[in-house]
């Protein structure tokens, strides 16, 4: 049996890094996914080995199913029925287990996704042979929730086939797993984000778990709901970073200068508020919507200022902000900064020729109210498509 789950990226429209420290923050997902495919070997494929296949390196990676065992058991059997953190012990071993695959010295900032990949299976799934690939659509290290989306449709698909989910397979079409297995695909993916990421605030999984957009305050989600046509430019800067040390540098900071972070932080949890409030009040007629995107580029504009208190602003990032200034629009970094991707608001008082301007780095215009999805899966059993 085969199974293929996907989950969507995000943006971040304000809160990212506060919510680290208790702010509140909004996210959205965008139709942008990762997309896992399982299948388990079957006894006459005489294939005792786990593969993962990262197509868009592309990398392959093989273990056997007894080497697995013989470093894992050294240190307990991982395998649960409820999501677990990984001990600094299992991460020592599955970063053996990593180290033996020689990834390139280009590529090992993938190391850690990599062993997310092998905690998350061993837990759901055991020991067992099996061939994983994985495919995306979302450009690594840019802030639009790449590394969640994978370990969101990774633990989709790891669940979808153990006995922790009760799916119903009588329904032909893709369909989203039900509220309880969503908490439960969301759990595991938190765990998967703590290996990549250290301190993670739970947002990112939770948004591309759940779909649509979120509040999101320490741990708590509120989904929002709106019918104002909010629409967003997202520029790359091709500019990579690594998010567990912007996040670590926001920490550091916060330790020496904590009074004045506090108040950051405390701003940052205003906008956020303040900016759900206005996403989600009715906005009537045409003059309502202007008015309303008028104050989201003023709490957009003070977000970003306040990102920039952070310190995780970029010049890249800056080259962006005046360049969409130039034409009276309002942008701020979204995700973990540092480069990475720029939101900038299109109110609808702006055509679409502005598209134009930024040239070949634009990476996608979404229309945010349309484009909100699920973390959903699609089974196949031998050569007939069972859809549920």
């Known amino acids: 049996m085969e199974v293929r789950a996907r989950a969507p990226g995000k943006i971040i429209l304000a809160g990212e890094h506060a919510v680290v420290h208790g702010s509140a923050a909004v996210a959205a997902s965008i139709n942008l996914y990762t997309h896992v495919s399982l299948r388990f070997h079957s006894i006459s494929d005489n294939d005792h080995t786990l593969k993962l296949h990262l197509k868009d390196m592309p990398l392959e990676f093989s273990w056997s199913i007894e080497r697995i065992k013989e470093v894992l058991q050294e240190v307990g059997c991982p395998f649960s029925s409820t999501p677990t953190t990984c001990t600094p012990e299992f991460i020592k071993s599955i970063a053996a287990l990593v180290i033996e695959q020689n990834i390139p010295e280009a590529k090992i900032g993938l190391a850690s996704g990599v062993s997310a990949f092998l905690w998350l299976y061993t837990c759901i799934q055991g020991f067992k042979p099996a061939t994983v690939v994985i495919t995306s659509e979302l450009p690594l290290g840019s802030g639009l929730g790449s590394s969640a989306s994978f ?108 009074d004045a972070m506090k108040a950051v932080f405390n701003a940052v949890d205003l906008i956020s508020e303040e900016l759900s409030t206005i996403i989600q009040s009715p906005a009537p007629d045409e003059l309502s919507i202007t008015e309303k995107e008028e104050k989201l580029e003023e709490l ?19 080259t962006v902000l005046r360049t969409t200034l130039k034409y009276k629009l309002a942008s701020k970094l979204t995700g973990a900064g540092g480069g990475g991707c720029v939101l900038t608001l299109l109110p609808t008082r702006i055509h679409f020729q502005i598209l134009f301007i930024f040239g070949g780095i634009i990476l996608v215009m979404t229309p945010l109210i349309s484009i909100f999805s699920h973390c959903m899966l699609l089974y196949s059993m031998m050569n007939s498509m069972i859809k549920y």
């Open 300 to 318: 957009m504009e003070m977000n970003q200022g306040l990102l920039q208190c952070m310190g995780v602003s970029h010049a890249s990032i800056e």
């Open 151 to 258: 370990c969101v449709s990774l633990s989709a698909a790891l669940l979808a086939l153990s006995d922790s989910a009760s799916l119903d397979f009588s329904h032909q079409g893709w369909s989203v797993f039900g509220e309880n297995e969503l908490e439960l695909v969301n759990k595991w993916a938190f765990e998967g984000e703590k290996i990549i990421h250290g301190k993670p605030s739970g947002i990112d999984n939770s948004v591309s778990t759940f779909g649509n957009m979120i509040k999101f305050k320490s741990g708590s989600l509120t989904r929002l709901s709106s019918n104002m046509p909010l629409k967003m430019l997202v520029t790359n800067t091709k500019v990579g970073r690594n998010t567990k040390a912007l996040v670590a540098g926001v920490s550091e900071r916060t330790l020496r200068h904590p």
